[in-house]
């Protein structure tokens, strides 16, 4: 939540300021919302699908315990 909360901010800024209204803070609003859309549709479906997700037919869940912890630390950092 804190990718959100910070990209938030510099869109916020970009559109309250008018000083800021240059065509390289567009670019940077541009990077920022597509980290804000990753940050809300990418990262809960990646994590939903480690999680929960089993990928050999026998159960309907992976325990947490069977979890690769490299692969869901890389989710979490994930970042565009």
Do not use: W
Request: glycine share 2%; with cysteine; hydrophobic share 50%.
């Amino acid at each position: 939540m804190l990718q959100v909360f910070g990209n938030s901010l510099v869109v916020i800024s970009v559109i309250r300021e008018k000083t800021l209204r240059t065509a390289t803070n567009y670019f940077i609003v541009s990077l920022a919302t597509s980290d804000v859309m990753v940050a809300l549709l990418v990262m809960p479906l990646s994590i939903y699908g480690e999680v929960f997700i089993c990928r050999c037919a026998a159960s309907v869940y992976r325990p947490l315990s069977a979890l690769k912890p490299h692969v869901v630390t890389d989710i979490l950092k994930c970042d565009a």
